[in-house]
């Protein structure tokens, strides 16, 4: 089977809701019935956060939702800013040799606009003067933006345009790939209430799962073949994790460490680690990150670089992985479709594609930016089912990847054979 295009998408799908479904929706009618290869974060997502299911059980939904092939986002991506967040996840759908066009969400009414605001260019003093002033990426990067033309304003308002931007410029280094932006219907990005009849935010819809379950008003924001899946789910865990774990993990592993340590493992910059270390015995992994946040450093921020800490050794820093580029495709789930494309790859992926983890991958590594991006992939799993179980299983070396039909309403199209 020879696809001529292939669709390719960055995601948390935490969890897989209408809106992205409404997303497959515009690229199918602009493209036809494609494939869709999506690279999904794993076991901790891009706010800092933990997902509300595991990594298998959002490849599942995503599956339900019509995605083709589901594939891992390493941790040394998704705990990153926007910029490395894009660049992570862009890298990994050019290496996989079948995906053409990248498809990201924004509210840029006119993508074109988006397109001429990612050809401009600002000088490192430029960014020295804005961050400066006591701001932050996000809003350094609007002020810079409107000083070159007032039209770019309205572009970063929305968190989304902000990431469209960086999906943008990572294509540059990957021209193979064309954008195909979809613009964002619905509720806007990161709203805290459902709004029946509408496309609801992933931050709504967890906090409606996590506070009353699969509610009426959380299962009008997901997709009917989704509903049973999640039913399941919350079945055999109720939604969430067990906080004092993780204060406790945080605090042990600052009070036996030091400043020094943390930055030279983490991303943390212009002595933020200070201001960590003076604030380390607030009680809390949530009151540590309210004291260190300020206008200049964000809560997503202080999270992800806590999170960074926790994954690091000395063998193994954050910093050193997240540095290279990836090293390796890692599968979570396919369809019918998927399981084409997947044969198609072992012929054109310029990365080893892992189907599974075995007892010795580690040990042959091809070299160290494998062995640490997959050491801190693996960890960030162990710590997901800690914090969520009570325990580590090593789930990576046993699960295998999710395997589903293309969905019923796709199974006679050109996609499905």
């Excluded at 774990?245 to 030279?264: H, I, K, M, N, Y």
């Excluded at 050794?313 to 494309?341: D, I, K, M, Q």
């Amino acid at each position: 089977m020879d696809f001529t295009s292939v669709a390719g998408i960055v995601a948390e799908y935490n969890p897989f809701h209408r809106g992205h479904g409404h997303q497959l929706a515009e690229i199918r009618r602009t493209l036809g019935p494609v494939p869709v290869v999506a690279v999904m974060s794993g076991s901790l997502t891009q706010r800092g956060e933990l997902p509300l299911w595991d990594k298998w059980q959002r490849a599942a939904l995503a599956l339900a939702g019509g995605v083709d092939l589901v594939l891992e986002l390493p941790v040394t991506g998704s705990l990153q800013s926007a910029q490395g967040f894009a660049r992570t996840g862009v890298a990994c759908l050019a290496a996989t040799g079948v995906v053409t066009h990248l498809s990201f969400g924004c509210e840029a009414e006119d993508p074109e606009l988006l397109l001429r605001l990612s050809r401009e260019r600002f000088t490192p003093e430029d960014w020295q003067q804005a961050l400066g002033r006591g701001l932050s990426y996000a809003r350094a990067a609007e002020e810079l933006a409107a000083g070159r033309n007032p039209a770019y304003r309205q572009l970063l308002t929305g968190s989304n345009n902000l990431l469209a931007l960086e999906y943008v410029k990572a294509l540059e280094d990957f021209p193979g790939l064309a954008p195909l932006p979809v613009h964002r219907a619905g509720t806007a990005y990161g709203d805290a209430a459902l709004e029946e009849g509408r496309l609801p935010s992933a931050t709504a819809l967890r906090r409606e799962i996590v506070e009353r379950g699969l509610t009426e008003a959380a299962c009008d924001g997901l997709l009917a073949a989704e509903v049973p899946l999640c039913r399941q789910y919350l079945a055999q865990r109720r939604a969430g994790y067990d906080e004092s774990r993780l204060d406790a993990l945080v605090s042990w592993t600052l009070e036996t460490g030091t400043p020094e340590a943390f930055a030279a493992r983490t991303q943390v910059s212009e002595g933020l680690e200070d201001l960590i270390w003076k604030n380390r015995r607030t009680g809390s992994f949530q009151t540590l990150v309210e004291a260190c946040t300020t206008r200049r450093y964000p809560a997503s921020r202080i999270r992800r670089l806590l999170w960074q800490w926790l994954l690091s050794s000395e063998a193994a820093p954050f910093t050193a992985a997240a540095r290279e580029s990836p090293r390796y495709l890692r599968v979570l789930g396919f369809n019918e479709t998927g399981r084409v494309l997947l044969r198609t790859m072992k012929q054109r992926a310029k990365l080893p594609v892992l189907t599974g983890i075995q007892k010795d991958t580690l040990a042959k590594a091809p070299d160290e930016a494998f062995r640490q991006q997959l050491t801190l992939d693996l960890r960030a799993q162990d710590l997901y089912d800690l914090l969520t179980e009570g325990k580590i299983t090593g789930r990576d070396y046993k699960n295998k990847p999710v395997m589903a039909p293309c969905p019923p309403e796709r199974g006679k199209g050109p996609a499905c054979g």
